[in-house]
């Protein structure tokens, strides 16, 4: 597991979000095993203490859950992954729209310009 980390957001959020995008894209099955916290810390070389922060959030947000002393997994709820995936790609139509809103490109022409590009990229 790798994570190309920035110096903009804080490192447990990052790790966050390489989860998120990991379930998103079923790298990461329901119900399936995740690294122990220490070992999270030594595959990213980032400090333990970093580590439980970031399970801890995603426990809070449902995203990993932990029975006694077992190994933690990834949520099996439905409704919870489904949320992970819609929030992701919220995320990026916004950043999206703010992009072309910024040089004033009517949607028409960009909803065009989406469904081509998309189309090309999945030939």
Not at 10 to 23: A, N
Request: proline residues 5%; charged residues 30%.
């Amino acid at each position: 597991m790798s994570v190309k980390f920035n110096n903009r957001d804080p490192v447990y959020v990052q790790v966050i979000r390489h989860f998120k995008e990991q379930i998103a894209r079923g790298t990461f099955e329901p119900g399936q095993e995740i690294p122990s916290r220490r070992e999270l810390a030594n595959q990213l070389k980032i400090n333990p203490n970093t580590a439980q922060r970031a399970y801890k959030e995603m426990e809070e947000q449902g995203l990993i859950f932990t029975e006694g002393n077992l190994p933690s997994r990834i949520t099996k709820d439905e409704q919870t992954l489904k949320m992970v995936r819609e929030e992701l790609i919220l995320e990026a139509v916004d950043t999206f729209v703010q992009s072309v809103r910024s040089i004033n490109v009517p949607v028409q022409e960009a909803l065009h310009l989406v469904k081509d590009t998309y189309e090309r990229e999945n030939n």
